[in-house]
């Protein structure tokens, strides 16, 4: 018997691989003295929303979302899978050991995820769409049956960010084997820094830009206080608030797998595969939030901690020095904790770390 524990586990027109489609809440600022102005829209396949607090001679909201729109839609030109003529589609039809000239926006978004691929002791990796959609999380939709050890193995060798090669010198990217690319669990990181940029050389001083559930923070929000976030409890049948956080002047990510996922025959499957074994993690870490100044970064790292695991992603997050916070279930209970680095953004002392 099959169960999801998302109806349809990735929305059209772009691939979330491994990335937890996971609900950040914005918590209301009640007395508000600067009236905010309020954008949103669709892109990559989910949602974006941007809050501005704006000052003198600040562009019309009309402006704003227009340039808004355009600064995603150049991402998603890039970074989609979808399309055919992208800049992602294109680099993955080439045969390999041929030299392919990038953009500077997709070298810098494939420099930083093989760093955090190399970081990550291998539990990040651009390559994986293979593996993704083999467990039933890509284009085609849910499987009936888990596949084979055999045809596991077989897929794992279209795997692995060793294949690539980077030539900063020359912006150019060369496969050594006929893998492919995916950006989705770095893209929307991506995308909400670029929007911040714009707002940035628009003079927007005061924003909240978030895309996916994904966001970077500046300045003080309408009552002149850091933004108030809040970290959902990671429970698929309840949307209750787990901690509450106060940023601004950061980016934020939070990867987790209680919302994606199926079962069959009483076995749990979650989207969050492993690259370097093939099969879906299977641990009791279920939810990764990460704080740090670019969106980017904290959507990769995001990703690859919940594939690590509690013991494993804590040791890596102190090795780094990166702003985490860590929800695990123990049977019916959530266990949180963070590490020293996260405890500046924290609304209330008295968590585990």
């Known amino acids: ?37 309020q954008l ?24 704003l979302q227009a340039g808004i729109e355009e600064v995603l839609e150049n991402v998603n030109r890039a970074m989609s899978t979808y399309r055919e003529d992208s800049e992602i ?7 390999p050991d041929r030299w392919f000239p990038v953009s500077p926006d997709f070298y810098t978004i494939l420099s930083a995820a093989m760093a955090i691929g190399w970081q ?35 897929v794992l060798e279209r795997v692995g960010q060793d294949h690539l090669r980077l030539d900063g010198d020359g912006q150019r990217v060369l496969k050594r084997s006929p893998v492919e690319i995916d950006f989705s669990s770095i893209a929307k990181g991506y995308g909400v820094d670029s929007v911040a940029q714009w707002l940035s050389s628009q003079g927007i001083e ?23 976030i809040a970290i959902e ?31 069959i025959d009483g076995q749990r499957y979650s989207h969050s595969i492993d690259p370097r074994r093939g099969y879906p993690v299977a641990h009791d870490l279920v939810s ?43 049977g019916e209970e959530f266990i949180d904790n963070h590490t020293p680095a996260f405890e500046p953004y924290l609304e209330s002392a008295g968590t585990e770390h």
């Not at 979330?16 to 600067?34: E, P």
């Not at 949103?40 to 402006?63: D, N, R």
């Not at 589609?89 to 045969?95: C, V």
């Not at 467990?135 to 055999?150: H, K, Y």
Request: hydrophobic letters at 40%; a negative charge; glycine letters at 12%.
């Open 120 to 154: 990550s002791r291998g539990a990040y990796d651009v390559t994986v769409g293979p593996l993704v959609d083999l467990w039933g999380f890509g284009p085609d939709g849910p499987i009936g049956v888990p596949p084979s050890d055999d045809t596991v193995t077989d």
């Open 288 to 330: 990764v939030t990460v704080v740090h100044p670019s969106a980017m970064i904290a959507d990769g790292w995001a990703t690859a901690l919940v594939v690590l695991g509690y013991e494993e992603a804590k040791a890596v997050a102190l090795e780094q020095g990166l702003a985490v916070y860590f929800i695990r279930r123990q």
């Open 233 to 263: 409890r990671p429970d698929s049948a309840d949307r209750a608030v787990e901690q509450a956080i106060r940023l601004t002047d950061v980016g934020m990510a939070t990867s987790g797998d209680y919302r994606n996922f199926f079962e």
């Open 40 to 63: 949103s829209g669709l892109t990559m396949g989910t949602s974006w929303h941007v809050t501005i607090i704006p000052g003198p001679g600040a562009p019309s909201a009309q402006s």
């Open 1 to 37: 018997m099959i169960s999801a524990g998302n109806a349809r586990s990735h929305p059209p027109g772009w691939l979330f691989s491994i990335t937890g489609l996971v609900v950040l809440c914005v918590l209301a600022a009640c007395g508000q003295r600067d009236e905010p102005v």
């Open 89 to 95: 589609s294109r680099f993955n039809a080439l045969e």
């Open 206 to 228: 005061r924003y909240l830009v978030e895309v996916g559930g994904e966001m970077r923070l500046a300045g003080l929000n309408g009552r002149g206080e850091p933004w108030r």
